[in-house]
Nanobody, 115 residues
Framework: QVQLVQSGGGLVQPGGSLRLSCTASGSIVDIVTMGWYRQAPGKERASVAVLILPERTRYEEYVQGRFTVSRDNAKKPVYLPINKLKPEDTAVYYC?????????WGNGTLVTVSS
């Protein structure tokens, strides 16, 4: 089973920026989607930004214009630069890669937005 390793995250002030990264431990073929989800305290995990290969993207309304999901075609990590952070963006962020025969999740990284 391919594992997804996440990096980035941490404490940032309102209005600040971060970049989350997610790298697969092995090769993945027939990828369908690559994306990011988040789980805020007391809430269920929810979609944030998803790449629908090869070229489409889907962003939730609350992150439109602030978050950008992208990937490195050669190395297959997926990135999430996030800008203009708000306190309500505080959550554990998870990356996800779905292929024809697999569905893998990262172990989560905490983003805390606070002054």
């Amino acid at each position: 089973q391919v594992q997804l390793v996440q990096s980035g995250g941490g404490l940032v002030q309102p209005g600040g920026s971060l970049r989350l990264s997610c790298t697969a431990s092995g090769s993945i073929v027939d990828i369908v989607t690559m994306g990011w989800y988040r789980q805020a305290p007391g809430k269920e995990r929810a979609s944030v930004a998803v790449l629908i290969l090869p070229e489409r993207t889907r962003y939730e309304e609350y992150v439109q214009g602030r978050f950008t999901v992208s990937r490195d075609n050669a190395k297959k990590p997926v990135y999430l630069p996030i800008n203009k952070l708000k306190p309500e963006d505080t959550a554990v962020y998870y990356c996800n890669i779905r292929a024809v025969d697999m569905d893998s999740w990262g172990n989560g990284t905490l983003v805390t937005v606070s002054s």
